[in-house]
């Protein structure tokens, strides 16, 4: 691959990063207590997100699952060869699949109760260069306390806990997507 087509490939990697972070709201208005970025090295990103919706003031709320997947390897097949990449516009947006649930705001709850009993330090120096393998990033709301960490599999061993706990809900919300 030619040195623009390497950079225009890290541009668009960059930019699905970015539009998965940023969110797909069902309504708008809607509350986002937790979203989960799944990052493979070789495989297509995934953001699962979990939103509120407060019907009434003083109501139950219900609860939405949003799952939006890059398509990365259609996308990078644009960056092929130079023949390929001139079929295609100058600026390759972002191929990105969207899938929304509704989905019973206990299960939100429970989510978040475990994410709360995972004690992890904050900082951990762990290993600073990572190469291959699987990214992740959580980033949660709740009123005015917010978090926002990201590691990678094999990070350390007292992050172990908290990849177990990714790994758990993101099989869990695939199978719930893709049943209901």
């Known amino acids: 691959m030619e040195q623009q087509g390497r950079e225009q490939l890290v541009d668009l990697r960059t930019r699905a990063l970015n539009t998965l972070k940023k969110g ?6 809607d509350v986002r207590r937790l979203q989960l ?22 109501s139950l709320s219900s609860s939405t ?14 960056f092929r060869d130079p023949g390929t990449r001139l079929r295609y516009p100058a600026v390759v947006e972002p ?22 009993e995972l004690n992890v330090q904050a900082l951990d120096p762990g290993r600073s260069l990572i190469i291959d393998g699987t990214g992740y990033e959580l980033n949660v709301s709740y009123g005015s306390f917010q978090l926002s960490r990201r590691w990678h599999q094999g990070y350390t061993r007292e992050w172990e806990r908290v990849q177990n706990w990714a790994q758990r809900w993101i099989a869990a919300l695939r199978q719930l997507a893709a049943v209901t």
Not at 96 to 116: F, G, Q, V, W, Y
């Open 95 to 116: 191929t990105i699949e969207m899938l929304t649930r509704p989905l019973d705001s206990a299960i939100t709850k429970k989510i978040l109760a475990e994410l709360n």
């Open 37 to 58: 970025l799944e990052i493979p090295s070789f495989e297509a990103w995934t953001s699962f997100e979990l939103y509120d919706h407060q019907v009434e003031p003083d």
């Open 24 to 29: 797909f709201s069902p309504t708008g208005s």
């Open 65 to 78: 699952l949003v799952l939006a997947t890059w398509k990365t390897e259609s996308d990078i097949e644009k």
